[in-house]
Structure formats: structure tokens, C-alpha cells
């Protein structure tokens, strides 16, 4: 029931448009040279009516066609900038994982370039100092680890 009514006001309001009053122009030239338009004849009397067509009538169904693609791009358009957002979201988040690993990475390389004396503790528990190989070799993986997160 509420369908019907809603078709029927669609096919009134389709009906009414179609039927619309026909407005009257009146075209004048003033004093000065100007071309005026207005739906009000000038105060001096002297103008031409200029004869309107009405608007051409209105297919109920191709209007409904019309607002329903109207309704699914504007959904588009929003679903679009929604995923936008969260791309952008994204990104921002990678880029602050990013940032903290290329700061985490430098303060491993400096630790251990500036420290030759470096102690480490293994998964026992017990403390020992790195060898000069094995200080290089984390040199080197945190110098790439900086090369990777720090661009």
C-alpha cells in the first residue's frame, strides 16, 4: 500500500511539472542602450513579450531511472572517498612503523659503533662481551636495517 502511494506521488508530481504555468518575459531596451529581462513589463509600458515554450514533458519512469542513477553514483562517490580515507589512513600508520623502526635501527647502529666493549646477555643469563667479528657483523645488519627503514 505505502508502494502505491509512494508511485502516486511520483505520477502527480511528474503530472504537475509537465503542466507548469507558462510564465510571460518581457524584453525591453532602456535609455542607456541596456537589454533587460524580466517576468515584470518596465514602468514605461514599451516592451516585447517574449514567448516561452513550457518545458517538455516529463516520462515518469525515465525520471525514476534518472534519481536511481543519481542515488548510486553519489554512493559510489562516498564509498570512494571512504576507501580514500582509509588508504590514506593506512599509509599514515605505515609511515609512523616505519619512522620508529629507521629510529630504533639508528640507536642500535650508534650503540654499537660507539661502544667496542659492547656486553650482551645470552638466553642462560650470563653476560659476555661480543668478539670484533661478531660486533661487525650487527654493524653491519643495523647499517641495512637503517638502509631499509630510513629512506
Same mark, same amino acid.
Given at each position: 500500500?505505502?508502494?502505491?502511494?509512494?508511485?502516486?506521488?511520483?505520477?502527480?508530481?511528474?503530472?504537475?511539472?509537465?503542466?507548469?504555468?507558462? %510564465?510571460?518575459?518581457?524584453?525591453?531596451?532602456?535609455?542607456? +542602450?541596456?537589454?533587460?529581462?524580466?517576468?515584470?513589463?518596465?514602468?514605461? +509600458?514599451? %516592451?516585447?513579450?517574449?514567448?516561452?515554450?513550457?518545458?517538455?514533458?516529463?516520462n515518469?519512469?525515465?525520471?525514476?531511472?534518472?534519481?536511481? *542513477?543519481?542515488?548510486?553514483?553519489?554512493?559510489?562517490?562516498?564509498?570512494?572517498?571512504? *576507501?580514500?580515507?582509509?588508504?590514506?589512513r593506512?599509509? %599514515? *600508520?605505515? *609511515?609512523?612503523?616505519?619512522?620508529?623502526?629507521?629510529?630504533?635501527?639508528r640507536?642500535?647502529?650508534?650503540?654499537?659503533?660507539?661502544?667496542? +666493549?659492547?656486553?650482551i646477555?645470552?638466553?642462560? +643469563?650470563?653476560?659476555?662481551?661480543?668478539?670484533?667479528?661478531?660486533?661487525?657483523?650487527?654493524?653491519?645488519?643495523?647499517?641495512?636495517?637503517?638502509?631499509?627503514?630510513?629512506?
Amino acid at each position: 500500500m505505502i508502494l502505491n502511494v509512494k508511485w502516486l506521488c511520483l505520477v502527480s508530481a511528474a503530472l504537475l511539472l509537465s503542466f507548469s504555468v507558462h %510564465a510571460q518575459i518581457y524584453k525591453w531596451v532602456d535609455e542607456n +542602450g541596456q537589454t533587460h529581462y524580466s517576468q515584470q513589463p518596465p514602468e514605461s +509600458g514599451q %516592451a516585447e513579450m517574449i514567448d516561452v515554450p513550457p518545458p517538455p514533458p516529463i516520462n515518469p519512469d525515465e525520471a525514476r531511472d534518472e534519481v536511481q *542513477e543519481l542515488i548510486e553514483q553519489q554512493q559510489a562517490a562516498e564509498q570512494a572517498e571512504l *576507501e580514500a580515507e582509509q588508504q590514506a589512513r593506512q599509509a %599514515a *600508520e605505515q *609511515e609512523a612503523v616505519r619512522e620508529e623502526n629507521c629510529r630504533i635501527a639508528r640507536e642500535n647502529l650508534r650503540s654499537y659503533q660507539n661502544n667496542p +666493549g659492547r656486553r650482551i646477555m645470552d638466553q642462560e +643469563g650470563n653476560v659476555t662481551r661480543l668478539t670484533e667479528e661478531d660486533r661487525q657483523q650487527k654493524i653491519q645488519e643495523f647499517q641495512e636495517q637503517v638502509d631499509l627503514y630510513c629512506q
